[in-house]
């Protein structure tokens, strides 16, 4: 039985809401900032599973990592898998300005991939997302990176504008984790 994993990530947001879903099952998550190559794919489980085998290769220690995007449909799925490098390029107001013309399709998905290593095994991966939709304006203070203009489906608030329980019971990342926590249940 695992008791202490690490989850590879720089990304305090996302380290918070997994710690929270850990502490259910007395697992102790440790936050290790040793980073990992991102390399340009098409889809999020390549991103993973090349990340996952470089810090294979350097830690012994059963770990998780976790690769988001967010696929805007009236941008024909951008950013994608460059997620992470075009927040931190043009932010949330740059994809609102790249929205501001368009009105009918603003529909959006999150979606989500660990990769789970234990020792020498193959990676596995669990996988979540969230459909809803792009605001046409920034909204809350809570969460990080674009949770201040997603909108999941049948809601009106922004991840931003919900508390860690709430956004989790919604989004792409608490889908995800929610099938990873419910791996080590039944191991």
């Given at each position: 039985m695992?008791?202490?994993l ?8 996302k ?7 850990f502490?259910?099952?007395d ?20 991103v ?6 470089d ?5 012994s ?10 696929f805007?449909?009236g941008?024909?799925g951008f950013?994608?898998?460059?997620s ?9 107001e ?22 789970f290593v ?7 991966f ?29 809601q009106s ?23 990873l ?7």
């Amino acid at each position: 039985m695992i008791k202490k994993l690490y989850f590879i990530t720089s990304n305090k947001g996302k380290f918070v809401e997994a710690q929270k879903k850990f502490l259910e099952i007395d697992i102790e998550l440790v936050q290790k900032d040793i980073g990992y190559p991102e390399i340009q794919a098409i889809n999020l489980e390549d991103v993973a599973l090349y990340g996952a085998l470089d810090v294979q290769k350097r830690i012994s220690h059963p770990f998780i990592l976790e690769d988001a995007g967010l696929f805007i449909d009236g941008l024909d799925g951008f950013p994608g898998v460059y997620s992470a490098y075009v927040y931190h390029t043009i932010g949330c107001e740059g994809i609102l300005n790249l929205m501001k013309n368009i009105k009918d399709t603003r529909e959006a998905v999150f979606k989500s991939v660990f990769a789970f290593v234990y020792a020498d095994d193959k990676p596995r991966f669990f996988n979540g997302e969230c459909r809803g939709l792009i605001s046409t304006e920034q909204k809350g203070e809570n969460g990080f990176g674009y949770d201040p203009i997603f909108i999941p489906g049948n809601q009106s608030k922004t991840f931003a504008e919900m508390d860690i329980n709430t956004k989790n019971m919604y989004s792409h990342r608490g889908k995800s984790l929610n099938k990873l926590v419910d791996f080590f249940k039944n191991r």
